[in-house]
């Protein structure tokens, strides 16, 4: 989520950020006693604090078995992947001795998995398209890491949807299962489709899918997605519509790939992520046949000391029959170059580049807030605080378009992102664009 944000507050959040480390003492919660380089034989494994969560869901994550040797590094990148669960408010990893033998304990402190959350969404930064609403998260709700979300919104594009997320229906197996289903009544964002029909106008959509996942190993992850799209407009033009009729009937089925080797995902310093995906929509019903394809490649690396870098690339594209404009590539919504926020370029395809560099403030701080009537863990966090430096560039243009660097727009600029994990993060960032011209953003979530 993002907004035009006013330039007088960002000086306010600066001195606030700076002076936070001045009021918190052993900031650090790293509680394990080797170094990095040491080496130490892991001869048994305790979990504490899982209340609810099931011991096979942690155990899952780890990249050693007891009876390897591992190195402080290897257990600390260990301890950041069992955090990016989402499931605890702290993860500590300690090793005790007993009777001469080395004991991994894991101490969890979980965090609060039943939540409403409150939803905002300005399109082309009008406050008169604003959408508004509540989600409903119910995380973990059997100790397996399920998860289920229930969603309505109503103003600019009113929608409610439902999912369900469960990976682990068969653990020995690794086969997890998802479903989803949603309505929205989606306002057009093509101003291709604006100007062939002369105006503005609404979507119906009706999307549900189920998805079978297979988790190889750690970093690995494979997924077989079917489902079927209802899609209404008011007008029976092909490209507005796949079919050229006002109602798009779409069966679709999709193959996805995930290779994840970052430490903590939400924020990470070192690893690599690689999305690849590919659909075919349609199976030529009503005359229906064209596929989405999409990759996005990133690396998180430490440059030295605590300063580390990372940079994405990300390319999307439709190609087959007729593509119709609701399936089109877009920049400036989801995907967006910071110093453009809301010009919107479109085509079939589309490709961002990203490098952001970071160096924290407060690396990590344990946040626990006695609030009457209201369990701990609802209001324990932990929280981080960085200073960023970034760099955007991408286009969007279709098959035909000459892809060339000069056409592509860029934004470059410095923000300072709260982390508030294992929720979310609220970035505070100022662009300027290839034009000299210069934009406040406040954002919700993760640059990448």
Known sequence: ???????????????????????????????????????????????????????????????????????????????ERVFSLRLFNQVEFKIEKASDKNVLVIQLTESWYLYPLPMFRVQDGDFKKLTYGVNLSYRNFRGRNESLHAAIGFGYNPFYSLSYENPTISYENGIGLSFAFSYVKSSNKSENAKSIVGEDYTNKMYLQSISLSKIFNQFNIGF?????????????????????????????????????????????????????????????????????????????????????????????????????????????????????????????????????????????????????????????????????????????????????????YYGYGFGITFLILPYNAVRFEYAINENGKGEFVIGTGFSF
């Not at 990095?36 to 990249?63: A, M, P, Q, Y």
């Not at 996805?256 to 080797?261: A, L, N």
């Open 224 to 408: 077989l997605t079917v489902g079927f799209n209802y899609i209404e407009t008011p007008y029976s033009i092909p490209g507005i519509t796949a079919s050229g009729k006002n109602i798009d009937r779409v069966p679709f089925a999709g193959l996805t790939y995930i290779y994840d080797s970052r430490d903590l995902k939400q924020f990470s310093e070192n690893g690599l992520y690689t999305f690849v995906s590919f659909y075919h929509n349609g199976f030529s019903t009503n005359d229906i046949s064209y596929n989405l394809f999409s990759i996005d490649f990133r690396e998180y690396r430490k440059i030295v000391d605590d300063i580390s870098a990372k940079w994405r690339v990300k390319y999307k594209t439709a190609f087959g029959n007729v593509v119709p404009f609701y399936d089109y590539s877009y920049l400036g919504y989801s995907d967006y170059i910071r110093g453009h926020l809301h010009e919107v370029r479109e085509g079939k395809s589309f490709i961002l580049t990203s490098l952001e560099v970071s160096h924290p403030i407060v690396k990590e701080w344990n946040l626990h807030v006695k609030i009457p009537f209201l369990p701990e863990k609802f209001t324990s966090a932990r929280i981080g605080i960085y200073l960023t430096s970034f760099f955007d560039t991408g286009d969007a243009f279709d098959r035909n378009d000459q892809l060339a660097i000069k056409n592509f």
């Open 1 to 79: 989520m993002k907004f035009h944000f006013q330039p007088k507050y960002i000086y306010a959040i600066i001195y606030f950020a700076f002076s936070i480390p001045n009021y918190l003492s052993a900031v650090e919660t790293d509680s394990l006693s080797i170094k990095n380089d040491e080496i130490v034989k892991i001869d048994s494994i305790r979990i504490e604090g899982n209340e609810t969560t099931k011991d096979f869901i942690i155990l899952r994550e780890l990249t050693f078995q007891i009876g390897d040797s591992v190195s402080g590094k290897t257990l600390r990148f260990n301890r």
